[in-house]
């Protein structure tokens, strides 16, 4: 299993940017997906949940209605995008693998993790 993230930078407040997860190594479309965060300093935190299919998606309410997950299972890629961009968002963003088809928040039922992409969120 590979999950490579891409997409993060340095965007200012009330800005928007789009993640992105590159998947290989499994059946992408068979399993639900996920993004955490951790903000320097803290513990790392669900983001996004999103479901095999896309139908089903979770959020975090700190993110919710600012944040959409979404994947293109023809692509085996896993997006998040971020708009009105907070200083507090700034974190390392880290797609995940869930081990089931169904959105799961919870961190230990993830079985694969990406190494993150750095999302800075400043003026």
């Known amino acids: 299993v590979q999950l490579v993230e891409s997409g993060g930078g340095l965007a200012q407040p009330g800005g928007s940017l789009r993640l992105s997860c590159a998947a290989s190594?499994?059946?992408?479309?068979?399993?639900?997906m996920d993004w955490f965060r951790q903000a320097p300093g803290k513990e790392r935190e669900f983001v996004a949940a999103?479901?095999?299919?896309?139908?089903?998606?979770y959020y975090a309410d700190s993110v919710k209605g600012r944040v959409t997950i979404s994947r293109d299972n023809a692509k085996n890629t896993l997006y998040l995008q971020m708009n009105s961009l907070k200083p507090e968002d700034t974190a390392l963003y880290s797609c995940?693998?869930?081990?089931?088809?169904?959105?799961?928040?919870?961190?230990?039922?993830?079985?694969?993790w990406g190494e993150g992409t750095l999302v800075t969120v400043s003026s």
């Open positions: 190594g499994f059946t992408f479309s068979s399993y639900a």
């Open positions: 995940a693998k869930s081990r089931g088809m169904l959105p799961s928040r919870a961190e230990n039922y993830m079985d694969s």
């Open positions: 999103i479901s095999w299919s896309g139908g089903s998606t």
